[in-house]
């Protein structure tokens, strides 16, 4: 059908551009090093071939390991990120490719160039809208397995696509075998990769009456989709139906129809065995070894996230974990509607985009019944149908005892990545539908020919639309020069003493340190405990006899360790990590140091079900456990602190206004300027205010726009009397106007006390001037609190003007009528007013 056709130059220039651009852009916002989250976990499991996470995700290992011995940057990370700057500007390409053979299947009658045209600009629309959409942007510029579980993906739709073009062809089946090959082996990246694997099945059963009527090609399809249901049924039954097709075949060579299922399940074999990393792995036991899957049980459990919840997904998908309106709405962290509209840029217009991506999938099916549905059902699965499967929680519907239900704790838009980039392609199959329409609609009518430029600016809008997701999308997916998170393990694992165990919190505190000690060789000695894993018996194994950390329960004592309820109330009274940082306290007894991460909160820091702050030592970034006891709270080393915080501590870019920091970036610079604010409120209290100062002024150098810094040292400089230098600070502070006269009005209540009213009202009447809203407050108060009531009726009444229906309102007119009666008895008393 194809074979006989000229190259198509363009076809291929156009497939090239959609990768070189992302490549291109991608590479120039990937992480120079590594980031938040999952990335540190799996650039360390890359490194020594670890065993990350449930489900474990083997293959990006593998190929993560591969990408770390290649010479192509002095960072390990940036090699293990390149993997995801490469797959993902090749999915964006195979994104082009798809729209590509679709609309050049709607037009193969057509000979007319502005007709077959739109093939390339649909494709070029759609192949890099894709890339530039803001969740798949997200995950191809650091170690995480999107960027290659997408390319699995598009490749197995674009495989089903290929094999529709050509049923009839010998070669056409081994599309089919190829795309089940991927599917199986795509869930050794991420299990939403087989969900493009039922949609490629319909298109079969649909486009194909012979394999629709074949019971053999429907058991074949069921044993494949077991793969995410029921791994013991998933096994079973694959291993029966490959001994029965293979017996088929092989007894009788010439058997027609059974080729095609023996392949099948022959492909799903080889597929599944990339999973065998796992166990294979996990025996030889990596410093990373999570869940310790080197057995079939733990395999299993392992393989079915079994330590996220022992409810299978399906079954937990019945119960709602959060309300429908919140999960499919603009709820905070797991609202699909908040982030589908983002994605592509012109979020203001995005109702037009939801038409046009629509208008797309109706076209597909119009013009060729079964890609379309296949195309409508691949969307549909990726977005409505992982709502309800993923069923992620809102808080609302919270367990009281458990805790199960919370509110997730970062954004879930990852999981809707599926969706996002199969709607980007129906945009650019819509923009080329809708140029076809308009040109044929002119043709056809006889209209003038000016009106051809119509469709010309369809083409033009249709090229330069994705501009608008890489323009909106830019600023919070680009990570250039962005060290905070290498800085943040270099940081803390620096301030540990040699040897010491470091008391961890989640992932954020503990993967990036994984990746400095096992992807970078630094400080390895700290033998770190993660206190959300140590609630499990196969991480409290791995801590004693691998990190001999100091654990004196026997190995039998752990295998059966559990929390404590009350038996009153049935509420957890005792977590299994309180169980262990008690025990390590107590087998320790003061040979290795034990410190806590400044992260850990304070629930966390508990011995014997009491508090052991008053035991710990801040230095640097962790709390030293100590011996003696003092008051109710923690202490500071002022001199070790200082030292690590001015000479070892890194800070690159923390200053640097182009650097993109999210809230985990902000989170961590806070913890910095808290920690330069506790040293300098220690030597305040000593009266060492000139210290103080250098302390603060630090802070003020790496967060320069952190508003508490800036706060903290007017009110130092006000304890020394220099109220004028403080004001001067404000006016020069690199921070918003309206900061600033928040700042500016604790000023002049400084000066009211000082009794310099004069300068205390300049300052609140600026405030006010400037902004209303935000000065109104302190201006009240002042002119009240000198008995200036005139001047609080016309502040008020000027207020009420510029903000009648404010929700404040209402409770402000009910003060400016006692004002007001205030005024008027004191007229009748003639007293005197200012």
Known sequence: MLNNKKVDWLHYGSAGLVFLVSYLVFNWTKAPTISFWDCGEFIACAAILGVPHPPGAPLYVIIGRFFTLLPISD????????????????????????????????TKDKTEWPIRIWKYVGGISGGLTLAFSRTFWSSAVEAEVYGLAMLFTLLIVYLGILWWLRPSEARGNQYLILAAYLGVLGTALHMTVFLALPPVMLLVLLADEEKRKDWRIWISGLVLLLVVASLDMFLLSLAFWTLVTAGMVFSNPRAFGWQLPLGLCLAAVMGFSSQLFIPIRAAQNPHINENDPDDWQSFKYFLERKQYGQTNMITRA????????NQFGRYPRMGFWGFFEKQYGLTKAFFLLLVIGLWGLYESWRKSRSPGLMMAVTVLFGTIGLVWYMNFADGTRQDPITGEGYLEVRDRDYFWTPGFIAFALCIGLGLAALGIRLLE??????LPRPLFAIPGAVAVFALVFPYFGYASNFSVNQRINNYLPYDYAYNLLSSCERGAVLFTNGDNDTFPLWALQEAYGFRRDVKNINLSLINTEWYILQKKHQDSVPISLSDAEIENIAPDFDPATGRLSKRIQDKIIDNVLETNNWKIPVHFSVTCASDARVYRGRSVDPYLVMRGMIYDVVPEGRGTGTRIDIAET??????????????DPKVRKDENDWRIIQNYVSAFMFVADTLRKSRDYAQAETVIKKAMAVSPREVSSYQYMTGLLSDQKRVAAAESLVDTAPLPETTKDSIRNYLGMVYLQEGDSARAEKIFVQSYERNKAGGFNDLVAYYYQTRKYRQVERVVNDWLAAYPNDARAPEVRTFLESVQRMLRADTAARAPIN
């Open 318 to 325: 019945m119960k709602r974990r959060g309300e429908p309106s």
């Open 75 to 106: 960072d390990i990370a940036v090699r293990v990120n390149l993997v995801s700057v490469i797959s993902s500007a090749f999915t964006a390409m195979v994104g082009y490719l798809i729209v590509h053979r679709l609309v050049d299947h709607w």
């Open 642 to 655: 200082r030292r690590f915080y001015e000479q070892v501590f890194r800070y690159r870019g923390t200053a």
């Open 441 to 446: 609609w002119i043709k056809e009518r006889n």
